[in-house]
């Protein structure tokens, strides 16, 4: 290979200022969620957590992972690359265990990245292929996020109100960049600003493999939504776990905010804004404050395990299959 890979998951950085601008972010929202609940009622939540609805949390978890390895594997295959599925999966899951070291959810994707290199993906396909399988999830949660307060807007008004604009313009921010990067032309329409024309040209040519490639948008924007309906289904399995009286429904439109309110880079693994995000969205649909305090730190807690089960897999994984010559790709005509 002649060219360098993607940056180690393991690099350190240091503590610079935007580290300890995150710790200042995560440490004072936790403090005031902590200081205005009452901590009885909800250790007294966690402890009559059901131990049947939380391991299938966890095996939703570890299903989740399974379903983006298929997404990847298809967004490598349109480029080319075609690494064996089991080496993606055990590559997934062990980027869960990266990811708690990393200041973000998605500090995991840096693993990735390098496992892609290391099975024949240019530097720059391995990072694109891992930005078109992020944009495919947050599209499909958007339109989750859309259809969910279309039908449950006029049965909890605060829903409505709150993240009916939000997701309509996220959705159609995301509907359009997807357009850019699949569409059979390309390129950037003429009443796009100049700036924004030229960094979005730049995305668009660095992704230029996907462009026509409808057959592999349309297989994994399917794996996107399937994923969305498990990770949904992962957090009512979490409120089950702790007698909660959601409905199942409501979870489409409130998890996806909140999961785009963890990704904010302004946290350390979206501590502090997890708590923030599911008593307020909680909230809303009427959950105690001290239940809804005790489904965030629940939710982390079985983060955390998933990660540490991520740390086995990473530790005996076996080595990458022998990368092969990249297969060229047909240019759209």
């Not at 580290?19 to 972010?25: D, E, M, P, S």
């Not at 292929?129 to 605060?158: C, E, K, Q, W, Y």
């Not at 998933?306 to 240019?331: D, K, Q």
């Amino acid at each position: 290979m002649d060219e360098a890979p993607p940056a180690r998951a393991g690099r350190r950085r240091g503590w610079g200022p935007g580290f300890w601008l995150k710790f200042a972010v995560s440490a004072g929202l936790f403090a005031w969620i902590v200081w205005r609940t009452d901590l009885a009622p909800v250790l007294a939540a966690l402890s009559e957590t059901e131990p049947g609805w939380f391991a299938l949390a966890f095996a939703a978890q570890i299903l989740g992972a399974s379903i983006i390895a298929l997404r990847w594997r298809i967004l490598l295959a349109a480029g080319g690359v075609r690494p064996g599925y089991p080496f993606l999966v055990v590559s997934t899951l062990s980027s869960l265990f990266v990811r708690q070291f990393m200041p973000s959810v998605i500090g995991g994707d840096a693993l990735r990245a390098h496992d892609a290199w290391r099975v024949g993906a240019s530097s720059g396909f391995a990072l694109m292929s891992l930005f078109v399988d992020r944009l495919l999830g947050l599209l499909a949660l958007a339109v989750f996020a859309f259809a969910a307060l279309a039908v449950l807007g006029s049965t909890i008004p605060g829903l409505s109100g709150v993240l009916l604009p939000l997701s309509i313009g996220t959705a159609a921010a995301l509907l359009i960049l997807a357009g850019l990067l699949f569409g059979r032309r390309g390129g950037v329409p003429g009443w796009v600003p100049s700036a924004l024309a030229r960094m979005a040209g730049k995305v668009a040519d660095a992704l230029r493999v996907y462009r026509g490639a409808h057959g592999a948008f349309a297989r994994a924007a399917l794996c996107s939504l399937l994923l969305q309906v498990n990770v949904v289904t992962f957090y009512w399995m979490l409120s089950r776990a702790l007698s909660l009286e959601v409905p199942y429904a409501t979870f489409y439109a409130i998890i996806p905010l909140a999961i785009f309110v963890m990704m904010l880079p302004i946290s350390i693994n979206g501590i502090g804004l997890r708590e923030t995000a599911f008593v307020f969205l909680l909230g809303v649909a009427g959950v105690a404050e001290s239940d809804a305090l005790a489904f965030a730190w629940l939710e982390f807690g079985l983060v955390l395990l998933v990660g540490a089960f991520g740390g086995l897999v990473y530790l005996f994984r076996p080595a990458p299959p022998t990368a092969s010559p990249r297969e060229p790709v047909p240019e759209a005509s």
